[in-house]
């Protein structure tokens, strides 16, 4: 049976089975019954994204939206390139299927039936047998496009800190594979999670932070994520099984293509589900290593006080990870435990940039 073509709006992180009609003036983007109208874009306003030659399916996009639409039925992208000059790329099939697929061969294959259960089922308990290295080159990809362009931060004794700290705390979670730190030089306010235990860190953050416990309280956080697999999740849902398999085996390129920016950072965004699995993690990770573990409700409390008044703090953590009273209460905990950080590794942390 034809593959349906799915539509993703670029704002909740879920695909959608639709119906495509080609008229002369505009594609008409229908629910899969065929009964209501989902988008009309204007042929003048459609591009297909991509490297039609390699990619199984480019994406159709509307000029300047973030919705997409992905056909795969090779009959279906056939009769559209017919009917609209617009999408005459759509024909070019490129000859033979997924050669760089065929070389990974089983592995990549036991790969693939993984993640769809992963993603279809939902289970943080499958996603750990994707493997790891896999996850680690999606998640390099990723790092280069959203933050490629930023000066990282190069003070080794800094880092050291905190990369100490966070394979501390991914080892005292039983995570079987080392993590890294990254300190991005400026803002926003914000720290964020990529596959394959790489962690990204703004120094405007640690700036903001009143003492090393509440940076420690947020990196705990951000292991939850990782503990619990949640960025490939999340990537996942938003680009397609498809897509994100290309991405990891090579096709590094077709994330940059179709996830610029924006779109990546909404597939980053995690759910409230999640938010609370991280907190909860992560201030019990810090109370098993008997750690201060009263940083990250301390830093919500503050950010919530000082409501974000520039565009840069709206996009940063507040959009991310909105502190909200019901998280405060749950990750509330006693000033006891030992600091996360001694003054040196806090300095030293404080001064990471500076150079
Ligand atoms: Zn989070």
């Not at 050669?99 to 992963?118: D, E, K, N, Y």
């Not at 996603?127 to 896999?134: E, I, M, R, S, T």
């Not at 990196?219 to 994100?244: P, T």
Request: net charge neutral; aromatic share 6%.
């Amino acid at each position: 049976m034809a593959v349906r073509p799915r539509y993703y709006d670029g704002k909740v992180a879920v695909a959608r089975e639709v119906g495509v009609r080609p008229m002369s003036h505009e594609l008409i983007i229908t629910d899969a019954a065929g009964t209501a109208v989902v988008a009309r874009w204007p042929a003048s306003e459609l591009v297909v994204l991509g490297d039609t030659g390699h990619e199984k399916a480019p994406p159709v996009i509307r000029r300047g939206e973030e919705a997409r639409l992905v056909i795969e039925d090779p009959e279906l992208r056939h009769q559209l390139a017919q009917a609209m000059p617009a999408l005459a790329a759509l024909g070019r099939m490129r000859p033979k299927a997924a050669p760089r697929i065929a070389l990974f061969g089983a592995t990549l294959a036991v790969a693939i039936g993984v993640f769809w259960l992963a993603i279809e089922v939902g289970s943080s308990s499958i996603a750990p047998y994707v493997p790891y290295d896999l996850q680690h080159r999606l998640g390099q990809s990723v790092a280069g496009e959203l933050v490629g362009q930023q000066p990282l931060c190069k003070g080794g004794a800094g880092l050291a800190a905190i990369n100490g700290l966070a394979n501390r705390l991914a080892k005292a979670a039983d995570y079987p594979h080392p993590v890294e730190v990254r300190i991005v030089k400026g803002g926003p306010v914000n720290a964020f999670t990529l596959p394959g235990g790489i962690l990204v860190f703004y120094s405007d953050l640690i700036d903001r932070a009143r003492n090393g416990n509440e940076v420690a309280g947020v990196l705990a956080h951000e292991m939850g994520h990782v503990v619990h697999y949640h960025a490939i999740q999340g990537l996942a849902r938003q680009f397609g099984i498809d897509q994100l398999l290309k991405a990891m085996t090579g096709g590094f390129s077709d994330l940059g293509t179709v996830g610029q920016g924006g779109t990546l950072l909404l597939a980053l965004r995690n759910g409230r589900g999640f938010e609370r699995d991280a907190d909860a993690t992560g201030v019990g990770l810090l109370e098993k290593l008997g750690l201060r573990a009263d940083g990250v409700a301390s830093f919500f409390e503050r950010m919530l006080e000082n409501q974000p008044g520039d565009m840069a703090a709206a996009i940063g953590i507040w959009s991310s990870h909105p502190p909200t009273r019901e998280r405060i209460e749950a990750t509330r905990r006693p000033a006891t435990g030992k600091p996360a950080f001694s003054d040196a590794e806090w300095a030293a942390l404080r001064a990471a940039c500076n150079r």
